[in-house]
């Protein structure tokens, strides 16, 4: 289970999540497999290569469902699981891969490159664009979607996993048995008192939970998960040692490689079709949150400052991008708890209703 509780009630929704919480005055926490994760042995790594565990599940999914789909982008964490379903001769049933002629973190070449290069010319390849009006639609149907209990909040766009996804499925595999698999997710680790501890921070897994069908995090699963945490903690203990870096208490491990992502994806064994891609998409993703909401003229504000996309398709008065802007200011009217998330400093800077810090789940002990 991956979500947040808040007392007793339960939400995929961060925002919903916060809200209760703030109104309620209960604690929030972040759940990710918790019931899974405390069945390990966190101290102990597992003696197979991370490599034959990713097999072992990739040919358990092919097994036990009657269609496999893969989300596939060519950065670092999809296509790394592409190359263990290429290795393995597993069959794909469909490929999805979300383009856009206006992002260069998204490129189209990617999708060329598939097409021209699949080991499996039976499989069906599916490109879209994500800022397609009749996709969009799907998410953001009306103003109301920010309080939607389920991820995929945020983006003018659509992420991984929304209604829009789960429309593309079902044209071609509904009423089958079928997994969805994407490339979620890496773990965060810190160094405490002298041990290394382990989490899954929600920054990004928070858009693509809760949708009611059958999405698969890859790299979720429990040894999976266990194995690239030791993966990253040796890693980090040797760059350490080898920079001769001062770690104070409690740093994160990001920090530790000074936000060097070419450093994480090797530390975790992903590999990616055009070098740099990946952190493309991380860097822009994370530029299209910093709105502020609270500024004067935020109309005009996000159409010189925010998503290109979104300024254009605003200026043509499009249903999609107007339903996504008035959703956020269904948030921002909300004055008492935007005082609350500025107050507590829960989003990145004062204001940007969109940049959230991250929320991590329960911390593991790897040990020294």
Not at 40 to 50: C, F, N, Q, V
Not at 217 to 229: D, W
Not at 230 to 254: E, R, S
Request: proline share 2%; net charge positive.
């Amino acid at each position: 289970m991956i979500g947040y509780k808040v007392g007793e009630e339960f939400f995929y929704n961060k925002y919903l999540a916060l809200y209760n919480s703030f109104k309620n005055n209960k604690p929030l926490t972040f759940l990710c497999n918790d019931d899974q994760y405390d069945l390990l042995d966190w101290g102990t790594e597992p003696k197979e290569s991370l490599e034959e565990l990713m097999s072992n599940h990739a040919l358990n999914l092919r097994y036990t469902h009657d269609r496999v789909i893969l989300g596939w982008s060519g950065g670092s964490d999809s296509h790394t699981i592409y190359k263990v379903l290429q290795k393995n001769k597993i069959y794909i049933d469909e490929i999805i891969i979300k383009t856009s002629k206006e992002l260069i973190y998204q490129p189209k070449n990617h999708a060329d490159w598939i097409r021209k290069n699949h080991y499996d010319k039976n499989t069906i390849i599916t490109e879209y664009d994500q800022y397609d009006d009749s996709f969009r639609l799907l998410d953001r149907p009306n103003e109301e979607w920010i309080w939607k209990n389920c991820g995929d909040v945020c983006h003018a766009g659509v992420n991984t996993g929304g209604a829009h996804t789960k429309f593309q499925i079902e044209k071609n595999h509904g009423g089958k048995k079928y997994v969805f698999i994407t490339g979620y997710e890496k773990p965060q680790l810190k160094f405490s008192n002298g041990t290394w501890w382990a989490s899954i921070g929600d920054r990004t897994i928070y858009h693509v939970i809760g949708h009611n069908y059958n999405i698969e995090y890859f790299y979720l699963q429990p040894l999976i998960h266990l194995k690239q945490c030791h993966l990253y903690k040796n890693y980090l203990k040797k760059y350490i040692v080898d920079t001769k870096k001062n770690i104070q208490n409690d740093t994160l491990a990001y920090n530790i490689l000074d936000g060097d992502y070419n450093k994480i994806i090797q530390a975790l064994h992903r590999t990616e079709l055009t070098h740099g891609v990946s952190f493309s998409q991380k860097l822009a993703w994370k530029d299209q949150l910093s709105i502020d909401l609270g500024s004067q003229n935020t109309y005009r504000y996000i159409r010189e400052h925010y998503d290109h996309i979104l300024a254009k398709t605003l200026s043509n008065d499009n249903k999609a991008s107007i339903n996504f802007f008035r959703g956020l200011f269904n948030l921002y009217c909300e004055k008492k708890f935007v005082d609350y998330l500025n107050a507590n400093h829960i989003q990145r800077a004062k204001n940007h209703l969109l940049d959230l810090k991250p929320i991590y789940s329960k911390w593991y002990n790897l040990g020294p």
